[in-house]
């Protein structure tokens, strides 16, 4: 196994051990909501809930705020990153990353061409959610005709592994680390 390899991979894992804890579930925003709601319909049915059923609502409630709070601003400071223009591969921890070997391939999902900011952060959602599926990453770079794309794509060490999955996925070139540099999968 190369050098290189290892240390990437040791430095990938030594940043995703510190990652920012995942998102609350739907599920867990229901409860809460509902809690809410049972709450504000008590009170407006004139049966006054009492005040530790509200307490606990909103202490819930807040709980989930706060949680949340360092996986939003992870989000949206990719999301800031991804609408800069700029073209980079980011981590799923929001760092802008760069190897020294292995192959990029796009696909795992259709890419976003030129989103609102909304769209951009909705798909960095999604791939939080696949981010558990592989060595994953987000990308951002401008096609020929200036327009700015955003993709989810997998790191893959082998390049034939790396060009027989751009061909699965359609995709016509992969980006070659070693050479910081695009390649056509005809021409691998």
Same mark, same amino acid.
């Given at each position: @196994? ?5 240390? #990437? ?18 599920? %867990? ?12 319909? %008590? ?9 530790? +059923?509200?307490? $606990? ?7 989930? /705020? ?6 939003? *601003?992870? /989000?949206?400071?990719?999301? %800031?990153?991804?609408?800069?223009? $700029?073209?980079?591969?980011?981590? @799923? ?32 959602e999604r791939a939080l959610q696949l981010r558990d599926t592989g060595d994953l990453y987000l990308g *951002? !770079? ?16 082998? +390049? ?14 992969? !980006?070659? !680390?070693?050479? $910081? #540099? ?5 021409? @691998?």
């Amino acid at each position: @196994m190369p050098a290189d390899y290892r240390r #990437d991979v040791q430095y990938e894992r030594s940043r995703t051990s510190r990652a920012n804890p995942p998102l609350p579930l739907a599920t %867990d925003l229901l409860d809460v909501l509902e809690d809410l709601h049972d709450v504000a319909q %008590d009170n407006l049915d004139g049966s006054c809930a009492s005040f530790e +059923r509200l307490d $606990k609502a909103v202490g819930r409630a807040n709980d989930l /705020i706060n949680a949340a709070g360092p996986a939003l *601003a992870t /989000i949206h400071a990719l999301a %800031d990153a991804l609408s800069s223009g $700029k073209d980079g591969t980011w981590n @799923m921890d929001g760092a802008l990353v760069s190897f020294d070997s292995g192959y990029q391939v796009g696909g795992v999902v259709p890419p976003l061409t030129n989103p609102t900011f909304g769209e951009t952060v909705a798909f960095i959602e999604r791939a939080l959610q696949l981010r558990d599926t592989g060595d994953l990453y987000l990308g *951002a !770079w401008t096609d020929p005709q200036g327009q700015l794309v955003i993709d989810i794509s997998e790191r893959i060490f082998s +390049r034939v592994a790396a060009r027989l999955t751009a061909f699965n996925r359609g995709e016509t070139a992969v !980006w070659n !680390w070693h050479t $910081k #540099d695009s390649l056509l999968t005809e021409a @691998m």
